[in-house]
C-alpha cells in the first residue's frame, strides 16, 4: 500500500475511532471512553509519521529534480500541446504548482524540469 492510500486509511480509522468514542461519551461508558482514547492516540501518532514520510519522500524528489540540468516556466502554448513538448524534450518533467511536490518546491507556475536547455 502506498503512503497516500495508508494515510487515506488511517484518517477514516480515526474518523471512525472519534464517532465512537463520542458516542461512549454520551452514554457514559468509561471503558470504552478510555479505549477509543488510547486508539486514537495511536492512530494520530502513525499518520503523524505517514506524514513525515510523505514530506521526506517529496523532498528527496524536488532536490532531484533540482540537480537537473536546467528549467523554466512553460508558457502558456506548451502548456496546451504538453504532448508534443514531451516528444520534443527527451527527459522532460512538469511540476504543477498546485500538486504536493510542487508545494514542496515552492514554484509559483507550472515548471519544466529537464537535462538539456529545451
Request: aromatic content about 6%; cysteine-free.
Amino acid at each position: 500500500m502506498n503512503l497516500k492510500q495508508e494515510l487515506q486509511t488511517l484518517n477514516d480509522k480515526l474518523d471512525k475511532f472519534r464517532r465512537k468514542l463520542a458516542a461512549a461519551e454520551q452514554r457514559g461508558d468509561a471503558a470504552i471512553v478510555t479505549q477509543f482514547k488510547k486508539e486514537v492516540a495511536v492512530v494520530t501518532k502513525r499518520i503523524a509519521s505517514i506524514k513525515g514520510q510523505q514530506t521526506r519522500q517529496f523532498s528527496q524528489e524536488g532536490s532531484a529534480l533540482k540537480a537537473l540540468g536546467f528549467n523554466r516556466v512553460l508558457t502558456k502554448a506548451e502548456q496546451a500541446d504538453m504532448g508534443k513538448l514531451h516528444k520534443a524534450v527527451k527527459g522532460l518533467i512538469v511540476v504543477h504548482p498546485l500538486t504536493a511536490l510542487g508545494r514542496e518546491m515552492d514554484i509559483k507556475d507550472v515548471t519544466g524540469f529537464a537535462p538539456t536547455k529545451f
